[in-house]
């Protein structure tokens, strides 16, 4: 599944990314590894060769990073978020993200940024079968996927997630591709960050997987025995 500009898996959250200037990328590797915090041991620093950047407008001064590593099993994208305080790795847990926004830095005062912190929230934290993925496109899901809709009826349902304003906070409504299966979805967003799914309507099961594995940090092409 090798993805365009020579990325061996596509961005886990979607949006406006863009990478690195070569010429910038040893500094920027230097400035990712010498700031680690909340990171464990950065195994794959000397085989960093590529990064991808994805600014995070609900968190100000924090970006998702992608970094292009080089591994035993092939290259592989490993993910990180950057901010205020260092490097922190992005592993599938939900405990980082709770930690910074306890510490004040979360904005989800409009419905544009409450939709864009549902689309982090649910690529960043994963379940026993991955990420939560919010299809807005029917190009999205083919990205992640490797297929089309296997139902022309299911392209209808990709579009934009859907904001409304509650005396609680936020109800959205989103397209969720979990697994093998597609979901008509409500969440619940208050100014704390704390989202909670409080409807999932499945609409289509037996669809492809997502073709990507995860080791914490780590995302590679889904292999016919998974992760190596």
Known sequence: MLQPFGWPTPPLLSGSWHEIDPDLAREFR??????????????????????????????????????????????????FLYGPYGAHELDGTSALIHDVNEGGALDVSTADLAADYLRFFCSAVRGDEGPFFLIEDSERFALLSGSAFPDAGLAAHARPVAVRQTATGWDLEAFVYYGDALFASRFSLDATGLVEMIDDEPLFTGVATPQIDYDGLVSRPRTAGGMA
């Open 30 to 79: 230097d400035l990712l590894v010498s700031s680690q915090i909340r990171c464990t041991p950065l195994v794959y620093a000397g085989a960093m060769r590529r990064y991808r950047v994805r600014p995070l407008a609900f968190w100000p001064g924090w970006m998702w990073v992608d970094a292009l590593v080089d591994t035993k099993q092939g290259a592989a994208s490993a993910a």
